[in-house]
Nanobody, 125 residues
Framework: VQLQAFGGGLVQAGGSLRLSCAAS????????MAWFRQAPGKEREFVAA????????NYADSVKGRFTVSRDNTKNTASLQMNSLKPDDTAIYYC???????????????????WGQGTLVTVSS
């Protein structure tokens, strides 16, 4: 039972990367899927989330217009397309699945009870 995030790497500023999150042993269909990131010396922060059907999404202000979150419930995967990357985007990126039930704040890490191991994104200037 796990989430596995992959797709990270080294990219120059202005470039693009696509992260993927594959779920095994659990379903994502009825849960919010989100991406968080943690830069060196900083706390983990919310990046983006996609709600059950994928038609509703949320983004941190810092990534709006540059990142696109999506999901494919049939493949049990979620993705994060990252464009116009900046050095400040350098971080370990984690995918997460929400708990069931009422979700008061999609950006709160506390509502997620399944986490992937993280994938490192490094953006050079």
């Amino acid at each position: 039972v796990q989430l596995q995030a992959f797709g990270g790497g080294l990219v120059q500023a202005g470039g693009s990367l696509r992260l993927s999150c594959a779920a095994s042993g659990l379903t994502i269909s009825n849960y919010i899927m989100a991406w968080f990131r943690q830069a060196p010396g900083k706390e983990r922060e919310f990046v983006a989330a996609t709600w059950w059907s994928g038609t509703r999404t949320n983004y941190a202000d810092s990534v709006k217009g540059r990142f696109t979150v999506s999901r494919d419930n049939t493949k049990n995967t979620a993705s994060l397309q990252m464009n116009s990357l900046k050095p400040d985007d350098t971080a370990i990126y984690y995918c997460a699945r929400s708990r069931s039930g009422y979700i008061p704040n999609v950006a709160s890490s506390g509502i997620y009870d399944k986490w992937g191991q993280g994938t490192l994104v490094t953006v050079s200037s």
